[in-house]
């Protein structure tokens, strides 16, 4: 006998509706989206439930079960492609540049100037002077050059891109010494390795995991190489028996046979060493000053500006970089470029300490953070105990101020923590719990990301806006409101 639809997941195919019938029963906020849109969007629901049955995801089920599964997810398709995205988050969670929370938030002035320039038409390659076509990177190398002192910049799309020009600029054809503990993978798929072939260049590992000497460079330097990179740890600390070579003692070798060495800081801290504390690293000068041809970082990590990668070094490699096809494939866009150019006015201007977002939020000062964590602490206790009142109970809540640290993450340096105080919430409603709550604050608008450690939702208050920070017990309230319909 032929397997009825229950006993058999693929007989489902038959049920799948046709376009004209999911059509007719989406809702009528799906309805908004014009009818080519909307017919693209039932073809891909009913390819992905057909995708879902061939794969024997889909729980088995009638027809009629089969069309209310795909009108769901018709209309759940379509409200979100209709809301906004991505939405403005609180982060709570104790990481300043969360790469997925966006990393920097741009500066007031850097908003400002993205309004004006791209609202309308720009001068962005346009020499106004001459009246004919100009150059779409001068201004910004200009600052570049004025910002640092060096002699040379350019900047380009982001960080890897910027790694991948200079080693296809540099080393196309060639061999590149890299130590086998900085062979790094950041976050999204950047593996350092994989931009090496995509270069051109040959990858020359040396070393092991955790130790390698200068004699393991001295040793790999033949007629055929044509770089050493040094790459920065970005993401993990090495501890224990560990050596990696310095960037001054990697110069110190090159020097003697002539290549040259790149340095890839990821985050780069331009010229105070003691913004993160202990200075054990060179910052992009030190290191331009020691002798690197080429130095490379993130716009926005550290600099705390749009996503761009900056590269400083002798003005040789830099004409050759701008020269190179893959500058133009790499190319910052309109918006990157003026709000990193405002940044960078901030920098040039001496204000960058209070209004990159980034830079205030790592030299907010511990008494000032107790401050603000103890005000939110305040305000919280006061919205529970109202919600308490409301609901004629126990306080669902007790709130309190805790010393905590953030960290800089973003693939930043990673053994800096630094200081800081937030709020625990620690559930005391019956049927509460903290991954509960920490999920509802997720799914709340705005959403607030915040951590949970031993059955507490840990608010961190470094990376908090103050003025966001005047809205948390509200959502917080609100955030208990949702985990109670749950039950
Ligand atoms: C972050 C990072 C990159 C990648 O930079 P993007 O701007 O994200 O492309 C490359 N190298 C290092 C060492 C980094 O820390």
Not at 21 to 47: C, K, Y
Not at 307 to 329: D, F
Request: glycine share 8%; charged share 25%.
């Amino acid at each position: 006998m032929a397997k009825t639809g229950k006993d058999d997941p693929r007989q489902m195919l038959r049920y799948l509706p046709s376009i004209e019938e999911l059509l007719s029963q989406m809702s009528r906020r799906a309805n908004t989206i014009e009818p080519d849109a909307r017919a693209n969007l039932a073809r891909r629901v009913v390819a992905r439930l057909r995708s879902e049955i061939e794969e024997g995801t889909l729980r088995p089920g009638s027809k009629d079960e089969v069309l209310r599964r795909a009108v769901r997810e018709a209309d759940v398709t379509a409200a979100a492609l209709l809301g906004q995205h991505p939405v403005p988050v609180i982060n709570a969670a104790g990481v300043i540049l969360h790469t997925n929370l966006g990393r920097a938030p741009l500066a007031q002035e850097a908003l400002r100037a993205i309004n004006a320039a791209a609202a309308g038409y720009s001068n962005l390659e346009y020499d106004l002077v001459r009246g004919e076509r100009g150059s779409r990177l001068a201004h910004l190398e200009e600052m570049l050059c004025v910002m640092s002192g060096a002699p040379a910049a350019l900047a380009v799309n982001n960080n890897a891109g910027a790694v991948l020009l200079a080693l296809n600029t540099m080393a196309d054809g060639k061999e590149v010494i890299v130590s086998r503990g900085h062979l790094v993978e950041i976050g999204g798929s950047f593996r350092m390795p994989a931009i090496m072939e995509k270069s051109g260049a040959r990858l020359v590992e040396v070393g092991t995991t955790n130790k390698t000497h200068l004699k393991d460079f001295e040793q790999a330097i033949t007629r055929r190489t044509g770089l050493i990179l040094h790459v920065h740890q970005s993401n993990f600390v090495q501890k224990g028996f560990v050596k990696q070579v310095s960037v001054a003692d990697l110069i110190s070798i090159a020097r003697k046979h002539g290549v040259p060495v790149m340095d890839d800081q990821g985050s780069g801290i331009l010229r105070d060493p003691g913004l993160l504390g202990a200075p054990d690293e060179p910052t992009v000068l030190e290191s331009l000053e020691a002798g690197a041809s080429v130095v490379s970082f993130s716009g926005d990590k550290l600099l705390g500006g749009s996503q761009a990668g900056i590269v400083y070094g002798e003005s040789e490699w830099i004409e050759r970089m701008k020269a190179n096809p893959l500058a133009r494939a790499l190319r910052l866009d309109k918006l990157q470029l003026t709000a990193l150019e405002a940044t960078i006015r901030l920098y040039l201007t001496g204000k960058a300490d209070e209004e990159v977002p980034v830079r205030s939020m790592i030299q907010a000062s511990s008494s000032e953070l107790k401050k603000r964590a103890g005000a939110l602490r305040d305000a919280l206790r006061a919205a529970v105990k109202e919600d308490a009142a409301d609901r004629k109970g126990a306080p669902a809540l007790t709130v309190k101020l805790v010393e905590v640290s953030s960290v800089l993450g973003g693939g930043s340096s990673p053994e800096v923590e630094l200081p800081d105080w937030g709020v625990a919430l620690v559930p005391k409603e019956p049927g509460l719990t903290a991954s509960g709550l920490e999920r509802a604050m997720r799914e709340g608008r705005p959403p607030v990301v915040a951590r949970v450690s031993e059955e507490q939702v840990i608010l961190t208050i470094r990376a908090v806006f103050p003025k966001q920070g005047e809205h948390l017990p509200d959502l917080i309230v609100r955030a208990l409101k949702r985990v109670r319909t749950r039950h």
